[in-house]
Nanobody, 115 residues
């Protein structure tokens, strides 16, 4: 069984920082590409960060320079450091991976940014 469990969401004021993390099990984490998505009410689920097994990262323009994804293979965890948060970053943040031709999602963690 593959499990992705997010933690670390919460309420923060605009301009503040927050870190969310995801603990993975049931996969060979060190070779998996890991992603963070987010979804606000009424919106589609959007990709916000990717990290490959080699540590290559990728971000959309909306978060580039503010968000940083990282991984700790020894702990099977991937984290997303979010700085200079904006009210439009308010969403539920989901951990995601593809493993053996299947997609897996965590249940998400809520991030709310107040203005």
């Amino acid at each position: 069984q593959v499990y992705l469990v997010e933690s670390g969401g919460g309420l923060v004021q605009a301009g503040g920082s927050l870190k969310v993390s995801c603990a993975a099990s049931g996969i060979n984490f060190s070779i998996a590409t890991m992603n963070w998505y987010r979804q606000a009410p009424g919106n589609e689920r959007d990709l916000v960060a990717t990290i490959t097994s080699s540590g290559t990262t990728n971000y959309p323009d909306s978060v580039n320079g503010r968000f940083t994804i990282s991984r700790t293979n020894a702990r099977n965890t991937v984290s997303l450091q979010m700085n200079n948060l904006k009210p439009e970053d308010t969403a539920r943040y989901y951990c995601h991976t593809r493993w053996k031709n299947r997609e897996f999602w965590g249940r998400g963690t809520q991030v709310t940014v107040s203005s």
